[in-house]
């Protein structure tokens, strides 16, 4: 079965700008999670979309928002764009519980 | 406040030996534990889980023990294969807030042959 899809896998942006990933979760699965991944910071949790209704936030600004779609396809937002924004954004969707979680390939974002 | 440390940034192990990856939690709250792989370009990969009513759980190569009162947990892979080598990953969460997973830094790990 296709798994996770982010897509675009590389993005170059400037500060100030803003920006719009895209998630496609594995068929059947209702819950998308997102997460960033820093050099400095690890894995951390931004938030997680069931059924078009987010059910979880981790502690990031109001800069960073998301949302999903009736088909289970989640977005995720962030607007003025700072350079510590660079990251690799993973997406994760489940059926349920943590074990189903599969991650897709993530989107490289770098901010200049 | 990182809740869930992972202590060691690298370990090198010998083909065939064991290799253990240890992580340390503070919130007594997480009741369910998870190891992930990740190579580089890919996202992570579930290896294994632990919920926080066992102390030991195995799948093939790898075996994860929990100590719930020193709070720590770690992951045993023998034998070890040079494919094994990655960054480690060691999660936690509080089932009843859904799927909110909180990560220790990652640990390289590196099978020499």
């Known amino acids: 079965k296709a798994g996770v899809t982010q897509t675009p896998r590389y993005l170059i942006k400037t500060r100030g700008q803003q920006v719009t990933l895209s998630c496609s979760p594995i068929?059947?699965?209702?819950?998308v999670s997102w997460y960033q991944q820093t050099p400095g910071q690890g894995l951390q949790f931004l938030f997680e979309y069931f059924s078009e209704t987010q059910r979880n936030k981790g502690n990031f600004p109001g800069r960073f928002s998301g949302r999903q779609f009736s088909n289970s396809r989640s977005e995720m937002n962030v607007s003025t764009l700072e350079l510590g924004d660079s990251a690799l954004y993973l997406c994760?969707?489940?059926?349920?519980?943590?074990?189903?979680?599969?991650f897709g390939s993530g989107t490289r974002l770098t901010v200049v | 406040d990182q809740q869930v440390k992972q202590n060691s940034p690298s370990l090198s192990v010998q083909e065939g030996r064991i290799s253990i990856l240890n992580c340390d939690y503070t919130?007594?709250?997480?009741?369910?534990f998870l190891w992930y792989k990740k190579y580089p370009a890919e996202g992570p990969t579930f290896l294994i889980s632990?919920?926080?009513?066992?102390d030991k759980n195995e799948d093939g190569r790898f075996t994860v023990f929990l100590n719930k009162s020193a709070k720590h947990l770690s992951l045993h892979i023998v034998p070890s294969q040079p494919g094994d080598s990655a960054v480690y990953f060691c999660a936690a969460s509080v089932m009843e807030y859904g799927n909110k997973l909180v990560f220790g830094a990652g640990t390289i790990l590196r099978v020499k042959s």
């Open positions: 632990i919920s926080s009513i066992k």
């Open positions: 068929s059947g699965h209702r819950s």
């Open positions: 919130n007594s709250m997480f009741d369910y």
């Open positions: 994760a969707s489940s059926l349920a519980g943590h074990d189903g979680y599969t």
